[in-house]
């Protein structure tokens, strides 16, 4: 939202001084409309497409909700054990933000964009999917151990 936000404070500055510079009215006119589309161009349209766009990070998955008009959900189990890759740009570094990179086995790749304290997030995604591989198998243990202890016991009376 840095480069909207530039273009947004350019384009009031250039209208504020252009702007009631011409004495013809279809010449200020002109001038506003140019404005008005230029700011919808670069600041409302990236706002909307900055806003219709949701990554949710759980214990179990990451989820990734995005689109304006058609919804699409993407999801991503941690157990199941993906790679994930830290890329940042010079700006992106200043700031401590990143674009993460996870890709399973030969799928695409699911790309999360400008996330703020990348370097954490990455951390907590590798503990995410260490802690559901551990629980994996756990779980297998205990379908592989005897019948005997997988009984319960239930118990009716008041």
């Given at each position: 939202m840095f480069w909207p936000s530039v273009?947004?404070?350019a384009i009031c500055g250039a209208y504020g001084y252009y702007g009631q510079q011409f004495e013809q009215m279809w010449a200020r006119l002109s001038i506003l409309a140019?404005?008005?589309l230029l700011t919808i161009l670069l600041c409302v349209l990236p706002l909307a497409a900055w806003l219709s766009r949701r990554i949710?990070?759980?214990t179990r998955r990451i989820v990734v909700r995005s689109g304006f008009l058609?919804?699409?959900r993407q999801e991503l189990l941690h157990s199941r054990g993906y790679e994930v890759e830290l890329r940042r740009g010079p700006l992106q570094s200043m700031f401590g933000s990143g674009n993460l990179r996870i890709t399973v086995g030969g799928e695409t790749a699911l790309v999360l964009r400008d996330i703020p304290q990348a370097r954490t997030v990455q951390g907590a995604l590798h503990?995410?999917?260490?802690n559901a591989a551990s629980l994996q198998t756990a779980q297998r243990q205990v379908m592989q151990s005897p019948a005997i202890t997988r009984q319960t016991t239930v118990w009716t009376g008041r």
């Open positions: 273009a947004f404070i140019a404005a008005t949710i990070i759980t058609v919804r699409v503990d995410l999917m260490e």
